[in-house]
């Protein structure tokens, strides 16, 4: 057993802030030394930044430094603190409360895809080991007088010392924080800290708010009583899908070749989309505030498009094989299929996307009411690509079959994610067939885009979720496409032929509420013409007007 000598709470902060700030920033080293130069110049930025971070690390457990709640609130942060930094050194992430939303958020399943031998290792060194040698060294308090006067001059003495440093390097590190913004966000443990702080906010702020109806006003246009047959929208919500490696947006391998050969395909090449993580960007599409205007506790208590459509009339449904519809399918008939027991189609706790349209055929023959039929898809969720597909669609070899990105090469990593974009390609064309084969019955069209896109090591990025400020457009540009059946086209007044010489237009998730309730001839206050996509291409508007009413 441990024979140590009581030391007096300072030094323990001291160690603390030392071994957090050595321990658990590599990445956070890695980058400054990257952007700041080896001169003497860029040496003293490095060490005054280093020195201003200490300090603020001790002051924040300083003013902790009590007993009962010093050394569980620094085992809690060294363990936590483990998490994150193998996290940001494996896949390159940073921390925000976007980054902590998604983690909340998250699923039992997409959890198991992260975890590895690596972690446990970081959580044992980073985390047990210091945990036990703190808990088994007793500290010395003082009495309350002298307790709370050392405080306040090691905390007065740490706040000189950040302001000395900013003053004595105030060009240079006015600089370095004015052009680098991720910097705060690479600092472990304030990262996370402020990021959980945002995020119960967030919530807190959600509980108390009223909940919005929107679109009170919605209705079918006089043109649904010339529909001869019912009618089938199919909305498939992609998942980390980016257009960069779509075959045919023009990627160098043929990753759509079943998509490439459906006759009456529409593909959009310029579309970006409203966040690089679902837990943005899905409640973002669907609702009516687009990208600058949104806001998570406005989305949380805010009707959306699916309320807006259901409350016209129409039946909708959320077929989900993904995390969730994080919120906005709260009020209309949810499918989870993430989960079901199908031999063929699923296997550890998981499903494939062909789980999607197990018994759409049956759907289609039953259908008595018009339909917005909204599927979820797992998609090409990393990091684990190579459990997204079935064998049969490992056309590019070899594959990184490993959740530690960075010790895998980037070839392989991009062949697994290029045979999750293979099989999203069947599952695509299948839908479509369907449809197509079944447009007597009733009128049909899919509409597919994806929630984000995806950083294959570029920039020593994995996955998505970086600060869209920060995100390179691999996280950003995603694929769109659409397919109408002839029947629909002709109900719905959708001139195809227009849209294919619109294809290269600039389009956004901003577009997809507005140009779903244009498409479906909705008509309400909150639709706006100028971001329905189809509004140009079905001579419903002139000059902004109504022509039919």
Excluded at 80 to 97: E, L
Excluded at 494 to 505: P, S
Aim: aromatic share 10%.
């Amino acid at each position: 057993m441990l024979n140590v000598k009581a030391v007096r709470p300072e030094f323990v902060t001291l160690l603390a802030s030392a071994f957090l700030l050595i321990g658990f920033n590599l990445t956070l080293w890695q980058h400054l030394f990257a952007i700041t130069d080896s001169d003497g110049k860029g040496l003293l930025l490095r060490c005054a930044f280093a020195l201003m971070v200490f300090c603020a690390f001790n002051i924040f457990f300083t003013l902790l430094a009590f007993k009962r709640v010093l050394k569980p609130v620094l085992v809690v942060i060294f363990f936590v603190s483990a998490g994150v930094a193998y996290f940001m050194s494996q896949y390159g992430v940073m921390i925000d409360a976007g980054m902590f939303r998604n983690f909340a958020e998250t699923n039992v399943t997409e959890v198991r895809d992260l975890l590895s031998v690596k972690l446990l290792g970081y959580l044992l060194f980073l985390g047990v080991v210091p945990s036990l040698i703190l808990l088994k060294t007793p500290i010395a308090y003082r009495r309350w007088p002298r307790e709370l006067l050392s405080k306040a001059l090691v905390s007065v003495v740490c706040a000189v010392a950040i302001g000395g440093v900013a003053l004595m390097n105030y060009q240079g590190l006015s600089s370095l924080f004015r052009n680098h913004h991720e910097l705060r966000l690479m600092v472990v443990p304030s990262n996370y800290l402020a990021a959980s702080v945002g995020y119960l906010s967030e919530q807190i702020k959600s509980a108390q708010r009223p909940f919005v109806n929107i679109g009170q006003d919605a209705k079918l246009a006089s043109d649904w009583q010339q529909h001869k047959r019912k009618s089938l929208t199919v909305l498939v919500v992609g998942e980390s899908a980016r257009a960069e490696n779509f075959g045919i947006l023009g990627y160098n391998r043929d990753t759509t070749p079943q998509l490439s050969k459906e006759q009456g395909l529409l593909t959009f090449t310029d579309v970006h989309s409203c966040g690089t993580e679902t837990a943005v960007s899905v409640p973002c599409m669907f609702s009516n505030m687009g990208r600058k205007d949104y806001n998570a506790t406005t989305a949380r208590n805010e009707e959306g498009m699916l309320d807006v459509l259901k409350r016209a009339g129409l039946d909708v449904i959320w077929r989900d094989n993904q995390s969730g519809c994080k919120g906005t399918c709260d009020r209309v008939t949810l499918q989870d299929v993430s989960n079901l027991k199908d031999p063929a189609l699923c296997a550890n706790n998981e499903c494939r996307d062909e789980i999607l349209l197990q018994g759409l055929q049956h759907f289609i023959d039953t259908l008595d009411k018009d339909t917005v039929l909204v599927l979820h898809q797992m998609g090409s969720h990393g990091p684990e690509y190579f459990k997204r597909y079935p064998q049969e669609f490992e056309k590019f070899t070899p594959v990184c079959e490993s959740n530690a990105l960075n010790n895998c090469s980037r070839e392989s990593i991009v062949n697994g994610y290029d045979n999750t974009l293979l099989y999203t390609d069947h599952v695509l064309a299948t839908l479509i067939d369907i449809l197509r084969n079944n447009q007597g019955k009733a009128d049909t069209a899919m509409v597919y885009l994806s929630d984000h896109g995806e950083s294959l090591g570029e920039y020593n990025l994995f996955l998505h979720g970086t600060p869209y400020m920060l995100a390179p457009d691999q996280q950003k540009h995603v694929p769109m496409i659409a397919w109408f059946s002839e029947n629909y086209q002709q109900s719905f007044a959708v001139d195809t032929h227009c849209l294919q010489k619109e294809r290269n237009a600039p389009l956004s998730q901003d577009n997809l509420f507005h140009s779903m309730l244009g498409l479906l001839q909705v008509r309400t206050s909150v639709y706006n013409p100028a971001l329905d996509m189809f509004a140009g291409c079905r001579g419903i508007y002139t000059d902004g007007v109504l022509a039919n009413e």
